[in-house]
Nanobody
Framework: QAQFVESGGALVQPGGSLRLSCATFGYEFRLRSMGWYRQIPGGAYREVVARITETGRTFYAEAVKGRFTISRDNVKNMVFLQMDSLSPEDTAVYYC????????????WGQGTQVTVSS
C-alpha cells in the first residue's frame, strides 16, 4: 500500500517562499508520475497544482505557473515543491500522491501539510 508523508508547511507572509517535502513508501517510486495537490479551506476536493513524470517532465496549473517548482529524488523516493511569491490564495493543505492518485479515497492519503499565507 502506497504511503505519503508531507512536511514543510508553515505560516508565511505574502511574497514569501516555502519548500514542501514528501517521503513515499510502498511502491516503485521511480516508475510513477507524482503530483502535488491542494485543498483550500472549506473545499471538498483536492486540485492538482504540479505534476512531474517519471522522466522528469513537469506540468503546472495556471494559478501557480512561474511561481512553483516541482522536483523529485528517485534515490530517496521523495518529491518536493518549491513555492515562491506566495499569495493568500495559496493558503491550503498540500498533499502529495501519485499522478493520477493511488486512490481517490482521501482517507488513504497522507495527513498533508498546512500552508497559510497571511500578513
Amino acid at each position: 500500500q502506497a504511503q505519503f508523508v508531507e512536511s514543510g508547511g508553515a505560516l508565511v507572509q505574502p511574497g514569501g517562499s516555502l519548500r514542501l517535502s514528501c517521503a513515499t513508501f510502498g511502491y516503485e517510486f521511480r516508475l510513477r508520475s507524482m503530483g502535488w495537490y491542494r485543498q483550500i479551506p472549506g473545499g471538498a476536493y483536492r486540485e492538482v497544482v504540479a505534476r512531474i513524470t517519471e522522466t522528469g517532465r513537469t506540468f503546472y496549473a495556471e494559478a501557480v505557473k512561474g511561481r512553483f517548482t516541482i522536483s523529485r529524488d528517485n534515490v530517496k523516493n521523495m518529491v518536493f515543491l518549491q513555492m515562491d511569491s506566495l499569495s493568500p490564495e495559496d493558503t491550503a493543505v498540500y498533499y502529495c500522491n501519485t499522478d493520477p492518485p493511488w486512490t481517490i479515497d482521501y482517507n488513504t492519503w497522507g495527513q498533508g501539510t498546512q500552508v497559510t499565507v497571511s500578513s
